[in-house]
């Protein structure tokens, strides 16, 4: 329909243990996991939009990861070892837009 008012959003969205300090992960596969012990409904709404931006990232080929290394833009970044990054660092490239989307949510 053309110009419809509204916009179908069917990303899968599944509540689930996570492993402790993770709130939310965008799988590769286009779902969403939310840790279940969220039950804060604002708190869930601002990870799935946090998250949703990370999907689109991958979607447009940015972003990328496995469980040795996330690469943005083509340059990767270590998961372990010496050189391993912050995960929870909210100024890496690929987290500045989705806090940005998320904060505002």
């Known amino acids: 329909m ?4 509204y916009k179908i959003d069917n ?3 599944y509540s689930m243990d996570l492993e402790e300090g993770v709130l939310g992960v965008a799988d590769k596969n286009g779902s969403i996991l939310i840790n279940k012990k969220i039950n804060n409904s604002k708190e ?8 949703k931006v990370h999907l689109e990232q991958m979607k447009k080929g940015d972003l990328e990861y496995d469980e040795d290394s996330v690469t943005w833009k083509g340059k990767k970044y270590p998961r372990k ?5 912050n ?3 909210k100024t890496l490239p690929w987290e500045v837009p989705a806090y940005k989307k998320s904060d505002n949510a």
């Open 2 to 5: 053309k110009g419809a008012p």
């Open 11 to 13: 990303t899968p969205i």
């Open 44 to 51: 869930k709404s601002n990870i799935i939009e946090h998250e």
């Open 81 to 85: 070892g010496p050189k391993a990054f």
């Open 87 to 89: 995960e929870g660092d």
